[in-house]
Every structure is written in structure tokens, then in C-alpha cells.
């Protein structure tokens, strides 16, 4: 099996202001010791008011914390009110951008082809991409969520090259398992996390789809992410609410120190 560096990144969607935001990170870079980061890539996605604050506590202090952000335009610059561009993001040593996670998608209707030019945009800024992906719970009952996540990868790497793909990530969060404490089961998250690496393999190479890494995302707590993490094609975890806590999302990240 390739070699990939997990990667638990904390979504911390709309919570904390730039105060709670410094307090967090420097909480977390006290929880986690030298070799939880050689293990495991961490990174925090604070709301866009937080990253200048958040961008300088990790230098200053030298954490080796990456700063992630939730969301972006896919436009260099323009008149699109209220918008952030991805070069803005860049600026600000941000590594890792989500695009199309399914609160964006269903609350704000950003579609397939919006996810795909944001994919696009962010690795044009020099940014990894974290492109999410998950079926509703109608779509699982119906026994549709392998065409649902198919269709939606798929789509949102259209036009992207093998080397770019290799490198990004892909995040599988089943909807019905996000913020309402029901996670997929290791097997089924397992299972789905595999169609997802297949459908890299069938639209690339194998290569390309040994070295792409899969998180998975809904509820993942300090109790569930050993059984989760050590599924062969989860590579991580997308953690919104017990990433807001410093203590909760640090044991997460210690998810091989669990007996
Ligand atoms: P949750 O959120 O961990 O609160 O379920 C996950 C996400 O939305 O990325």
C-alpha cells in the first residue's frame, strides 16, 4: 500500500471569533507533541476573520499546525460581494482549501461545476484542495450512494490533471452523518472511502489513486476515529464539532495512542 501521511483536519465552520480561534491553536499545539505531527498532518479551518490572527500564532511560534480555510470564489478577483479569492488565501499561507462540502452545497447551492472550477482554482493558487463528497440519507436507503459519490468526484475533478489529483484530497462525508452524532459504520465508511479511490483509479491510475489521500467526515470523536482510521482507504479525518475543542481534537489526532 502507498505511504500516506494521514491528514485530520479540523472544519470549524461558523464557531469561534479570532480570539477563540488563537486560544484554540495554541491549546492544540500544546496537546500534540513532536511525533503526533511526524504521524499525522494537522490542519485547523477557521472562519475567514480568524486566518491573519491564526496565520501569525503558527508562525510566531513556530506550529507546525497547517492552516486550512472552508471555502473560496473561484475567480482571481471581480465584483462578487462578500467573496474570497483563492490568491487572498495563498497570501496568507493557507495549504489546504475545502471545496464543495455539503453544507455549501445544500444551503448555499453551489453546484458540481462550481466545486470543479474551485478544485481548479485552488491548485492554480498553489493550494491542496480537500474536495468533499456524500450522499443523503434518502440516497443510502435507496441504495444510491456509490452513484451519488461517484457522479460528484467525477464531476468535481473534471479537467485535472493525474499529478494535481495524486496530491489532493478527497473528503467522503455522508450527510446524515454530519453534526448529528450518527457516524458511518468502519466497514461502510471503509467501503465507500474504496468506491471513491476507484473512481480516481478508473478516471486516472492506480498510481494516482494509491497516492490520493481519503478522509472521512460525520461525527468523528476520539472514541470512533481508531476504529475509523484504521480502515485501509480512510487516510483521515474532516472532523466539524469535536474539532472546536483543543483537548477532543487532539485526541483524535492521537488516535493510535488508543488501546
Ligand atoms: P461533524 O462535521 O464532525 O460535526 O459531523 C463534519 C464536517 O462537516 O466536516
Known amino acids: 500500500m502507498a505511504d500516506r501521511k494521514p491528514l485530520i483536519s479540523g472544519n470549524w465552520k461558523m464557531h469561534h471569533n479570532h480570539f477563540e480561534a488563537i486560544q484554540t491553536v495554541q491549546k492544540l499545539s500544546y496537546e500534540l507533541t513532536k511525533e503526533d505531527i511526524e504521524e499525522v498532518d494537522v490542519s485547523v479551518h477557521p472562519p475567514f476573520t480568524d486566518l491573519r490572527s491564526v496565520q501569525t500564532v503558527l508562525d510566531a511560534d513556530k506550529i507546525p499546525i497547517l492552516l486550512g480555510a472552508q471555502h473560496c470564489h473561484f ?59 456524500g450522499e443523503t440519507l434518502e440516497e443510502r436507503e435507496a441504495g444510491t450512494a456509490g452513484e451519488r459519490v461517484t457522479a460528484q468526484v467525477t464531476a468535481g475533478l473534471k479537467g485535472v490533471k493525474a499529478e494535481q489529483v495524486a496530491a489532493m484530497v478527497i473528503a467522503y462525508e455522508p450527510i446524515w452523518a454530519i453534526g448529528t452524532g450518527k457516524t458511518a459504520t468502519p466497514e461502510d465508511a471503509q467501503e465507500m472511502c474504496a468506491t471513491v479511490r476507484g473512481v480516481v483509479a478508473d478516471l486516472y491510475t492506480k498510481a494516482t489513486a494509491e497516492s490520493v489521500r481519503i478522509q472521512y ?20 479525518a474532516l472532523v466539524g464539532g469535536a474539532s472546536l475543542d483543543a483537548v477532543d481534537f487532539a485526541r483524535i489526532v492521537q488516535y493510535r495512542n488508543a488501546v
Not at 471581480?78 to 487572498?88: C, K, Y
Not at 489546504?96 to 485552488?122: C, P, W
Not at 467526515?217 to 483521515?236: C, E, F, Y
Open 217 to 236: 467526515g460525520g461525527s468523528v470523536k476520539p472514541g470512533n476515529a481508531p476504529d475509523l482510521m484504521a480502515q485501509p482507504d480512510i487516510d483521515g
Open 75 to 133: 475567480e482571481d478577483k471581480g465584483a462578487f460581494t462578500g467573496e474570497v479569492a483563492p490568491n487572498m488565501l495563498a497570501k496568507l499561507n493557507v495549504d489546504l482549501v475545502i471545496a464543495g462540502h455539503s453544507e455549501r452545497r445544500q444551503v448555499f447551492g453551489e453546484t458540481d461545476e462550481e466545486v470543479n472550477a474551485k478544485v481548479k482554482a485552488i491548485l492554480a493558487a498553489e493550494m491542496t484542495p480537500i474536495l468533499c463528497c
